[in-house]
């Protein structure tokens, strides 16, 4: 049904890829979320304070919050697809994620006020006049709250969206609230126990739960998170599928947002080899990613000697001596420069988050293996932060 409703009302509907196609399905759940919510809200405010029913006011002040975060949806939607100025020239696809942020704060914000309001129902106990009208309300509320669920979650899947991610958990929730409240004013119509306070206030906390599991959600891609390790597979599989690249490293993924991500990477190829031949691989292999990942990708080109034996004994040692320090991901760019007195072997060194060792005990370890080699040899280490783990 989903798709079908997708089918009818966005154009294009499959190419999911295209910014103005994901922005309508932006567009159609924010319309939709506001008339369902809308609609339930006047409902449940009519039978709530007909019957005196403090859970059931409060899961419609719920649905009418549930309207404001579809508004947020669908004016971050709008505002995510402006197109790039002066001040922001890498577009403002992340207003994305602040809208999802917006949303999460919204949820907590209604279960605090619910807490507050159960409590107070809890302190002053009152009768709910019970009624099938009212049961068969909450009942379609219910049905209602399943689809959206399914619709928003489908759609946040479809074009990778944290904020219809977080609008679907949301009506998962409340799916899980309005049960609740249903269970209640069952249990105080046939066995004569008020314990729609106490409901409220279960409500509330998993409410609150949710609400803050989705702030710690949509804050991490803000924050900086890693990137997608299928998108790393990715890129990684795609360069080395090129005859003439010898190895990657120094692969860096910056996220602006759905479909505004920036990388830069290093390819190392033969020293010996033709430039200009190596210079036109690594354009095409700027251009496959560009086109198949859907990112704006920089590559550069680093030259390796491997047809010297000093630069292959060194390189075979300094990976050895490597693979035996923890969070050391790799050695690279390893050049040597004779003197006259002495030898210096440069190279970096990535280190990962996981490296529990000093720089200068990393450091120690290479230079007592060079050393052990031969004790002309110096080390020279340049240390780069392993932010993405390549193998």
């Known amino acids: 049904m989903n798709d079908f409703l997708c089918k009818i009302f966005i154009k294009d509907y499959q190419n999911t890829k295209d910014a103005d196609v994901r922005q309508r399905y932006g567009k ?14 006047i409902a449940k405010i009519l039978v709530g304070i007909l019957g005196g029913s403090i859970s059931i006011i ?20 709008k505002l995510a697809s402006l197109p790039e100025d ?15 942020m ?11 006020e619910l807490i507050k309001s159960s409590v107070d129902k809890i302190i002053h106990p009152s009768p709910v006049e019970f009624s099938w009208t009212m049961a068969a309300v909450l009942i379609l509320s219910i049905a209602v709250k399943i689809w959206q669920a399914l619709f928003n979650i489908h759609i946040g899947k479809k074009i990778d969206s944290l904020t219809l991610a977080a609008t679907g958990a949301d009506s998962r929730n409340d799916v899980i609230a309005t049960s609740a409240v249903l269970a209640g004013i069952l249990v105080d119509r046939f066995f004569s126990l008020q314990i729609d306070g106490y409901v409220g206030c279960l409500v509330a906390l998993f409410i609150l739960w949710s609400g803050i599991s989705l702030i710690k959600e949509t804050a991490s891609p803000l924050l900086g998170e890693a990137p997608d390790p299928q998108l790393v597979d990715a890129i990684r599989d795609m360069t080395l599928s090129y ?3 010898l190895g990657i490293h120094d ?12 990388a830069s990477l290093h390819v190392e190829v033969d020293a010996d080899g033709d430039l200009m031949e190596s210079h036109d691989m690594v354009d095409n292999i700027e251009r496959e990613l560009a086109e198949k990942l859907c990112i ?9 000697r491997i047809n010297d034996p000093l630069v292959r004994q060194m390189t075979d040692l300094a990976e050895k001596t490597a693979a035996g320090i923890e969070g050391v991901s790799n050695i690279h760019d390893l050049r040597i420069v004779k003197g006259p007195t002495h030898t210096n072997v440069i190279f970096d060194v990535a280190v990962s988050p996981e490296c529990k060792a000093s720089d200068d005990e990393v450091r120690k370890l290479f230079e007592d293996a060079v050393k052990r080699l031969n004790s002309r040899y110096f080390v020279v280490i340049n240390f780069d932060r392993s932010y993405i783990k390549l193998d």
Request: charged letters at 10%; glycine letters at 10%.
């Open 243 to 245: 005859e003439g690249v």
């Open 58 to 77: 409060a899961d419609s002040i719920n649905n009418l919050t549930d309207a404001s975060s579809s508004v947020v949806t669908l004016a971050g939607f």
């Open 86 to 100: 002066k001040e922001h020239p890498y577009g403002h696809a992340r207003i994305e994620y602040i809208s999802g």
């Open 28 to 41: 159609f759940a924010g319309i939709v979320g506001i008339v369902s919510n809308t609609l339930l809200c």
């Open 102 to 112: 917006i949303v999460s704060m919204l949820i907590v914000l209604v279960g605090v």
């Open 251 to 262: 692969l860096v993924v910056h996220n602006y947002g759905p479909g505004k991500i920036f």
């Open 296 to 304: 704006q990708i920089t590559c550069h080109l680093d030259p390796i």
